[in-house]
Structures are given as structure tokens and as C-alpha cells.
């Protein structure tokens, strides 16, 4: 990626990615998010941004129990999207479901 070693750890930093995402059923989207920034070191500023980028916003309050599949996915991509990474990943999930990302705009 671009023209650089796999692994570089320069490249790495610029990078988030994404495949079978596993959350807590019982908290909400937000709270999940907020448990994954505050795993990889980074503070809560960007968890209502990428919510809101990913369509989550108006159920960010929810427990994810009650969220869709598509929804599932949304807050994962969101997850990734958390650190403002220029490059995103998105592996297809095991089920085949292929992620719908077209038309989304995650701002750094």
C-alpha cells in the first residue's frame, strides 16, 4: 500500500480495517464504541462523529441486541473509522454478506 513494505508501521497508523466485529448485546452503540476507542488508547471525541457518519446516530442510544445486521456492520466500519484512518479496510463478513458502504463519507 502505497508503495511502502508490508507491515510499515507508518502506513499501518494511517489504516483501520474491519471484519467480524464482535460487540456487547447488552450496551449501546455508543457505549461499544466507546469501549473500542478507549481499548485502542484513543479518547471518546470521534465516537458521536462516526456514529453519525455510519447512520447511527438516532440509535446510538440502543442496545445493540436490538440492531440489524446491516446495522452490526454499520457500527463496525464506524469502529474502524475511529482513529480517522486515510485507508479503510472492509472484509466480507463469514455469513457472505457483502458490506453496503457505497454513497458513505468518513471525514478524518
Not at 457472505?96 to 468518513?106: D, I, T
Amino acid at each position: 500500500m502505497l508503495r511502502r513494505p508490508p507491515g510499515d508501521p507508518a502506513v499501518l497508523r494511517q489504516t483501520g480495517s474491519m471484519g467480524e466485529t464482535a460487540f456487547y448485546p447488552f450496551l449501546s452503540g455508543r457505549d461499544n464504541l466507546r469501549a473500542v476507542a478507549r481499548r485502542c488508547g484513543l479518547g471518546d471525541h470521534r465516537v458521536d462523529v462516526v456514529l453519525g457518519q455510519a447512520g447511527l446516530a438516532e440509535r446510538a442510544g440502543d442496545a445493540v441486541a436490538g440492531y440489524s445486521c446491516g446495522m452490526r456492520q454499520r457500527l463496525g466500519v464506524a469502529a474502524a473509522a475511529l482513529s480517522g484512518p486515510f485507508h479503510l479496510v472492509l472484509f466480507e463478513g463469514e455469513d457472505g454478506a457483502p458490506f453496503k458502504v457505497s454513497g458513505w463519507a468518513f471525514a478524518r
